[in-house]
């Protein structure tokens, strides 16, 4: 399995904007789906964005469908999570995650890799 740490996360105003980043450890990162999801207080974990090993394909959850931008680096063994015209519902604590199957609806068990997370708050 590959090792993931999350970095990035922060206390920022509403409409501003977040960089997420993902740094994995191994050589096996460019053979890698990986993902985002995220966790508010008292709610379920969720999807929030995935992309395949090449980034020729990615998908959003619809809530943040035109905000968010994932990308990666496979030179430097990072995903990132661009964040934009974030909103107080966005608060959460926000996951990386590694899995090796890509698909249009990604889950939770399609990945078997995840970081310990990192807190975006979103104040009003």
């Known amino acids: 399995q590959v090792q993931l740490v999350e970095s990035g996360g922060g206390l920022v105003q509403a409409g501003g904007s977040l960089r997420l980043s993902c740094a994995a450890s191994?050589?096996?990162?460019?053979?890698?789906?990986m993902g985002w999801f995220r966790q508010a207080p008292g709610k379920e974990r969720e999807f929030v964005a995935a992309?395949?090993?090449?980034?020729?394909?990615?998908y959003y959850a619809s809530s943040v469908k035109g905000r968010f931008t994932i990308s990666r680096d496979n030179a430097k063994n990072t995903v990132y999570l661009q964040m934009n015209s974030l909103q107080p519902e966005d608060t959460a604590i926000f996951y990386c995650?590694?899995?090796?199957?890509?698909?249009?609806?990604?889950?939770?068990?399609?990945?078997?890799?995840w970081g310990q997370g990192t807190q975006v708050t979103v104040s009003s």
């Open positions: 191994g050589n096996t990162f460019s053979t890698y789906v």
């Open positions: 995650a590694a899995g090796r199957v890509l698909t249009t609806t990604p889950r939770g068990e399609h990945f078997g890799s």
């Open positions: 992309i395949g090993w090449s980034a020729s394909s990615a």
